[in-house]
């Protein structure tokens, strides 16, 4: 059963959308149903990656942009929807005229925040994971660049805040994983991309996947990046960008690729059984995978300095 990508709107003119189909009538989207044989030899998961440009400082708008964006995901077994980083805030520090205290004005206090009550309702609402990325002040000083993940039930199951951040914001400190029902995920937001041992620390830890709210660059060499980090870790990233969605497999190839300056949704399904191992049985020679031929008594130097 090969993998299917499609995009929720068809614009000939502004998307491309390699190494799948289209559709606009929902009722002909392929079922995510599997016989047993099919299940034991795939593990589809399907992702749901946003597509749009955000308001800056309008959270309203971009609430309303989300739910009429994802609406259409509620029939379609979606397992996991992502949205770009900082979606909820407009991700307002890539403008020069706004604050520190703009910034923390637009930033959710929390858990308890108004937004985060929403988006728990959204997952709810779509029987499905939810990754979401707005700006975070729960101390009333500190901002951070955040991505909460929450489960089929609506319920926080998982918070990453972006290490490799600028301007106002506080950085993370951990490169956590965490466990869904359908696989082990990890998160890193946008410019975490960039340092490889941050995507090799989730795979060591057992990421299958690394879901990636990102806003900045898009080229293509980031698409080399994105394929290079999914190759030597053997496993998959969903890139999610305002105007780009980007999927890379652990072959290092595209698997599915959104860009346009149209708000769209890039629904794909992964199979996780493309993952590779992190060991084998084999003898640890040079023919293996990158990932099962380490040698970590060799890398020390990787963090004396």
């Not at 960039?194 to 990102?214: D, Q």
Request: net charge neutral.
């Amino acid at each position: 059963m090969k993998a299917a990508a499609f995009a929720l709107t068809c614009n000939p003119n502004f998307s491309s959308l390699y190494g799948s189909r289209k559709f606009t009538d929902f009722s002909s989207l392929p079922c995510k149903g599997l016989t047993l044989a099919e299940e034991t030899k795939h593990r589809n998961v399907r992702v749901a990656m946003v597509k749009a440009v955000p308001v800056k400082a309008d959270r309203e708008s971009n609430w309303q942009t989300l739910q009429r964006l994802t609406a259409p995901l509620a029939k379609n077994n979606v397992d996991v929807v992502i949205t770009p980083e900082c979606f909820i805030d407009g991700y307002m520090v890539k403008n020069k005229n706004w604050s520190r205290d703009d910034l923390k004005d637009n930033a959710e206090p929390g858990e308890s925040g108004e937004y985060v009550q929403r988006l728990k309702k959204l997952a709810a609402d779509l029987k499905c994971y939810l990754v979401a990325g707005f700006s975070e002040c729960v101390d009333g000083e500190n901002i951070k660049n955040a991505a909460y993940l929450f489960d089929r039930n609506g319920q926080i199951v998982g918070k990453y805040y972006k290490i490799h951040t600028h301007h106002f914001y506080t950085r993370g400190d951990s490169l956590p994983v965490f466990h869904c029902d359908f696989g082990v995920v990890g998160i890193l937001i946008c410019a975490d991309r960039r340092w490889p041992e941050n995507s090799r620390i989730l795979r060591l830890k057992g990421a299958e996947v690394i879901l990636m709210p990102t806003y900045g660059m898009h080229h293509e060499e980031n698409r080399m990046w994105m394929q290079t980090r999914s190759y030597e870790n053997g496993m998959f990233i969903c890139f999610a960008h305002p105007v780009q969605s980007l999927i890379t497999s652990p072959s290092g190839k595209v698997e599915a690729r959104l860009e346009s300056n149209v708000e769209d949704v890039l629904v794909h399904d992964i199979d996780l059984n493309q993952v590779v191992p992190l060991k084998t049985d084999e003898a640890n020679v040079a023919s293996n995978h990158p990932i099962q031929n380490r040698y970590p008594e060799l890398y020390e130097v990787l963090v004396e300095r």
